[in-house]
DNA sequence: CGCATTTTTGATACACGTCAATCTCCGTGG
DNA sequence: CCACGGAGATTGACGTGTATCAAAAATGCG
């Protein structure tokens, strides 16, 4: 039970402590102080400071991924982040921290996992990096709510008019079909075709 | 101690059990069974099978990095791993087991960062990727070994015509001078400039 | 309705890819 | 010691995918 051994730790407790998050809102900045994060629902943008000063695309962070682990060494962020999708967040480590041990080691391997997946998203021909992102994106009903074609362009290192007549091409072709949802940009929700869609 | 307690754990044990590796030399194929060890020194590429059944980059491993954690959960290897520098790794998790939770954190917070550089790699103009690759494989003194220029060509997703270009380039602007080390192949080894080496 | 933001589209430029011909290095065997 | 051969590196000519620049068209908001 950690540090919070012997205090309240009723349901409605754990269930206050979640953070959700809407798309395009920042969760937290570089540098920051803040707690730790597991990922259950949705896809974050991290960015890290370049050499030059100005934030550049570092990383996504997918569900089950852990999110800002080295708060818990060096009390502050090593990323920005920001939610691409709608997202939900559960403070972390949760639960038993003795059963933290092999949680971490999953969550080690995840990483360098996840790690090979983002450097896929950036190699070879522009219409496969855009489609491998979309497929990522997408929930398991084969609908998508995309983030601006700037952030598609950030992280599969192409222009937002790249992007935005490959996803205009994809769209003619009837793999991408707009979709209508209150709230959200009309150029940004789609239903995917389940030619892309993973296995 | 784990599951060696009260066995031999005397120096000699703990440096007959250490692995060195040549340039080249391949480590370990995905898929296979094997232990995992932390990267001492040196650089290693890790490929993983893309869709159409081919190797493809995937990450580096670099000095501090786990390798093959995954063996620990699953029993094989995620990724291929290949030396591009000599390196010297040791088997993992290394001493008291008690102490691997704070380890792990660390490994996982470092996971993260490196994956960051490795997306940096893989964006932006050329000559740039190419020279950040060549800070990474860089010694503390400035030489380098580098890899043939295809292992160089999928690691920044360009061609190795490009990568040949671009390290003449740097040669002929005096960034990269070559240097003639026994047994090495003569387009790989360099003295580095100290404009472009590490802060 | 007017305005800011984002997206779309077109015309053109260029960095890098592609293809193909050497060239260099280095191991091997005579 | 030198001829040979293979693997990797270099170089040139040319093609093309994406970037760049510029303008218009959507979209959403107060």
């Excluded at 852990?66 to 559960?90: D, H, K, R, W």
Aim: net charge neutral; aromatic share 4%; hydrophobic share 45%.
């Amino acid at each position: 039970m950690g540090l919070f051994s012997g205090l309240d730790r009723g349901v409605t407790q754990v269930a206050r402590r979640l953070r959700s998050a809407l798309p395009g809102e920042l969760l937290h900045q570089a540098g920051e102080a803040g707690l730790a994060w597991r990922v259950g629902k949705g896809v974050l943008r991290l960015d890290m400071m370049a050499d030059d000063g100005t934030a550049a695309f570092a990383s996504l962070a997918i569900a089950g991924d852990i999110l800002g682990c080295e708060t818990m060494l060096f009390g502050a962020y090593t990323f920005s982040a920001v939610a691409l999708t709608q997202c939900e967040l559960a403070p972390w480590p949760e639960g038993d921290p003795d059963a933290s041990g092999s949680s971490l080691l999953e969550s080690l391997a995840n990483a360098q996992r996840r790690a090979a997946e983002i450097v896929a998203l950036r190699g070879g021909p522009a219409l496969g990096r855009v489609t491998s992102l979309i497929r990522l994106l997408a929930d398991g009903a084969g609908k998508v709510v995309l983030p601006p074609r700037q952030d598609i362009a950030e992280i599969t290192d192409l222009r937002f008019e790249t992007i935005s007549r490959i996803i205009k091409g994809l769209e003619r072709s009837q793999v991408l079909l707009p979709v209508r949802i209150e709230g959200v940009h009309a150029t940004r929700a789609y239903s995917v075709a389940s030619g892309i869609l993973p296995a």
